[in-house]
C-alpha cells in the first residue's frame, strides 16, 4: 500500500510538473500574441 | 522508480506519457508539415508568433482527434495487435480522462485559433476536428468500405487551414493542397490495410481489403493513384507554381504510379510476400512530404 502511494504521489507531482511548464508556456505565448496583434492595427 | 506490478493500473493517476501517446504524434508530424507548408506559401506573412500558434493549434486539433478517436474506438483497439498496446486498452488510463483532454484540448485549440489568427480559420479547424471524429470514427468507420475516402478529407484540412490563418480566405492553391491530401489518403491507406488486413478483420472494421478482397483493393489503389497524381501536377498546369514544382510533382507522382502499378498487378495473398504493398506505403510518406517541400522551396527559392 506505501509502494502504490508512493507511485500516485510521484506521477501526481509529475503530472503538476508538467501542467506548471504548460501553464508558464500559454502565458508567455498570450504576452507575444498581444505584441504581435496590437503591433498589426488589427 | 518502483516496479511493483499494480492490481488495478486505471486506479493510478495517467502517466503524462500516455496522454502524449493519445495525440499520436507520428500522425500529427505529417499534419503539422502540410499545414506549416500551406501558411508558407500563402501570399501573406504572419507574425512568427501568430504563425507559431496557428501551427500549434493544428498540431493540438490532430491530437484531439487522435484522443477522441482512441476514447470511441477503445474496443476496436483491444482487437488488434497494433493498437493493443495504446493506454486506454492496455487499461493505463480512464476512458473518461482520454475524452476530458480531446474535447478540452479541441476546445483550446479551436479558441486560440479564433483568437491568434482568425475566425474562419478557427471554424475551419472546428469543422475538421468534428469531421474526423463524427463523420469518419463514428459513422463512416465501422460501416462501410468506403470510410477512408470520404473520410481523408479531415486530414486534408491542414494545409488549407494554414493558408487561411495567414490570408483569411479560401483560394484555388490552397483547395489543390487539400485535394491532393484527400486523393493521397486511400492509396496510402489501402497499401497498409492490405498488409495488415488481418487486423482489421479481427476487430470487424469493414476496410476495403476485407470486404472487397484483396485484388478489388490493389485495383482500387491504382484507380485512386491516377487522379492524385493530376491534382499534385494540377498546381503548375493551373501556373499557381513554378516548373521546378511542376518538374518534381511530375516525377514524384510518376514513381508513385509505378509503385501502385506493382502493387495493382501483384498476386500474393500472404502479408510477408506483399513487398510492392510495403514499398508504396513508405513512398506514399516520403512522397506527401516532397511535395509539399518542394511546393515550399519553388515558392521561397530564386530559380
Known amino acids: ?38 503591433g498589426m492595427n488589427w | 522508480m518502483p516496479t511493483l506490478e499494480l492490481t488495478n493500473p486505471a486506479a493510478l493517476p495517467a502517466d503524462w506519457r500516455d496522454f502524449v501517446a493519445l495525440t ?20 501573406v506573412q504572419l507574425p512568427p508568433v501568430l504563425g507559431f500558434t496557428a501551427i500549434l493549434c493544428i498540431a493540438l486539433a ?45 476546445g483550446f485549440s479551436v479558441l486560440l485559433m479564433g483568437l491568434a489568427a482568425n475566425w474562419l480559420a478557427a471554424t475551419l479547424l472546428a469543422v475538421s476536428i468534428l469531421f474526423y471524429v463524427i463523420v469518419y ?70 476496410m476495403l481489403p476485407v470486404v472487397a478482397g484483396v485484388q478489388s483493393t490493389r485495383r482500387h489503389i491504382l484507380l485512386y493513384s491516377l487522379p492524385m497524381a493530376a491534382a499534385a501536377v494540377a498546381p503548375w498546369v493551373l501556373g499557381l507554381t513554378g516548373p521546378i514544382y511542376g518538374a518534381c510533382a511530375a516525377l514524384l507522382s510518376f514513381v508513385f504510379l509505378v509503385l501502385a502499378a506493382r502493387v495493382a498487378t501483384n498476386r500474393a495473398t500472404e502479408p510477408s510476400a506483399m513487398d510492392a504493398e510495403k514499398h508504396l506505403f513508405a513512398y506514399s510518406v516520403f512522397y506527401l512530404f516532397a511535395l509539399f517541400t518542394v511546393l515550399v522551396a519553388d515558392r521561397f527559392l530564386p530559380w
Not at chain 1, 510521484?10 to 498581444?34: D, H, N, P, S, Y
Not at chain 2, 482487437?79 to 476530458?100: N, V, Y
Not at chain 2, 489543390?176 to 484527400?182: D, E, G, N, T, V
Open chain 2, 24 to 43: 499520436k504524434p507520428r500522425v500529427m508530424s505529417l499534419v503539422v508539415f502540410t499545414g506549416l507548408c500551406g501558411l508558407l506559401v500563402a501570399p
Open chain 2, 137 to 206: 470514427t463514428v459513422w463512416l468507420k465501422p460501416r462501410t468500405a468506403q470510410n477512408i475516402v470520404i473520410g481523408g478529407a479531415a486530414g486534408a484540412f491542414p494545409p488549407l487551414i494554414g493558408w487561411v490563418a495567414a490570408t483569411g480566405h479560401v483560394a484555388t492553391l490552397p483547395l489543390l493542397l487539400f485535394a491532393i491530401i484527400f486523393l493521397w489518403t486511400p492509396p496510402h491507406f489501402w497499401a497498409l490495410s492490405l498488409f495488415v488486413r488481418s487486423d482489421y478483420a479481427a476487430a470487424g472494421i469493414p
Open chain 2, 62 to 106: 490532430a491530437g484531439a482527434c487522435g484522443a477522441l478517436n482512441q476514447w470511441y474506438e477503445v474496443e476496436v483497439d483491444g482487437k488488434m495487435q497494433r493498437t493493443a498496446k495504446r493506454p486506454l486498452p492496455a487499461g493505463r488510463m480512464e476512458r473518461q480522462s482520454a475524452l476530458h483532454f480531446g474535447v478540452g484540448l479541441g
Open chain 1, 1 to 38: 500500500m506505501k509502494v502504490e502511494d508512493e507511485i500516485i504521489r510521484k506521477r501526481q507531482r509529475e503530472r503538476a510538473r508538467i501542467m506548471a511548464w504548460l501553464l508558464g508556456g500559454f502565458v508567455v505565448l498570450l504576452f507575444f500574441i498581444t505584441i504581435a496583434k496590437t
